[in-house]
């Protein structure tokens, strides 16, 4: 079960409240969770501004708990470039990200990474294991956090009212 912080957020002034990166996020956790899955969605994008690759929650779906979200664009854009790092990309996702997810971050050297609603219990960037700021992470990205977070944390909260 997750846990939405409602921090108040000051990302940086270039970026909108509403941002069609956002939104394309936002679009791929609507369709997890018609499929039964958390709603949480990711798109990865290019220095250029195009989208490389976007995905959903898929972990039921797959019976794999590494399957969110941020994994799943990594793994796609990583495969498509046929390279294991990606410096020129960044990332929008609709949650924080979780401790394995920041680290995959990491580990492919994403540029900067945008996310919607923060996630007190279970976030692994501004709150829990921090991993971006520990001595043995190897790249930290420029970190944007609470990006369009009223509507993030809303599909969050509604998805899992009703499983209750």
């Known amino acids: 079960m997750l846990s939405i912080d409602s921090r108040p957020s000051s990302p940086s002034s270039h970026l909108m409240k509403t941002n069609p990166f956002m939104n394309e996020a936002i679009a791929e956790a609507i369709a997890a969770a018609s499929r039964g ?40 854009a990583c495969a498509a470039r046929g390279e294991p790092r990606l410096p020129d990309c960044d990332l929008w996702v609709t949650l924080e990200p979780c401790a394995m997810c ?18 007190a219990k279970g976030g692994g960037v501004d ?18 956090g609470g990006i369009d977070e009223s509507r993030t944390a809303t599909l969050l909260k509604d998805f899992f009212a009703v499983r209750r």
Do not use: W
């Not at 949480?40 to 994008?45: E, F, N, R, T, Y």
């Not at 920041?102 to 540029?111: E, K, P």
């Not at 709150?127 to 970190?143: K, L, M, N, Y």
């Open 37 to 76: 899955e958390v709603p949480i969605g990711a798109i990865l994008v290019d220095s250029m501004g195009k989208v490389l690759t976007s995905a959903g929650n898929r972990t039921e779906e797959l019976n794999d708990p590494t399957a969110h979200a941020e994994i799943l664009v990594i793994r796609a």
């Open 102 to 119: 920041a680290q995959a971050i990491s580990n492919a050297r994403i540029r900067r990474l945008y996310y919607g609603a923060y996630d």
């Open 127 to 144: 709150h829990g294991a921090r991993i971006f700021s520990q001595s043995t992470c190897h790249h930290q990205p420029e970190i944007y």
